[in-house]
């Protein structure tokens, strides 16, 4: 788990062309429950006078980088549960930089959904089916 949080605060940082700590400090506030407008006015000691649209911005990108890690793990235990998760897989799901490209990865593994009432034919309601 914190070899993921450096990879995000790293991979943020170069994005957005700002310190790694400047990235942590303001990670550390929105985790905290402060909100952007308060970050911006009242703890620019903080972030180092970050702006009110790259704290927006950070804030963006962090949730959708979280989502994703969260996605790929869901991913791998659902194909490992099938065991079909090979090392290479699981690689190139971890290489994923967006949802979409892990969504492609799984796609072959994805279960199918079985409806939730199936059709009143098959439960003797025939009756009822117009």
Not at 6 to 22: G, M
Not at 76 to 101: D, M, R, V, Y
Not at 117 to 128: A, S, V
């Amino acid at each position: 788990m914190e070899n993921f949080v450096e990879q995000i605060i790293n991979q943020l940082a170069k994005e957005f062309s700002i310190r790694p700590q400047q990235v942590e400090d303001t990670i550390n506030l929105i985790d905290g429950g402060n909100t952007i407008p308060f970050i911006a006015r009242y703890r620019k000691e903080v972030t180092g006078n970050l702006s009110d649209a790259l704290l927006r911005d950070l804030d963006v990108r962090l949730t959708y980088l979280r989502k994703l890690e969260k996605r790929k793990e869901e991913v791998c235990a659902s194909i490992e549960e099938q065991g079909k998760l090979t090392p290479e897989l699981k690689a190139a799901i971890a290489k994923g930089t967006t949802l979409q490209e892990v969504e492609d990865l799984y796609l072959p593994y994805k279960q199918k959904k079985k409806p939730g009432h199936p059709w009143p034919g098959k439960r003797g309601w025939n009756h009822l089916h117009c």
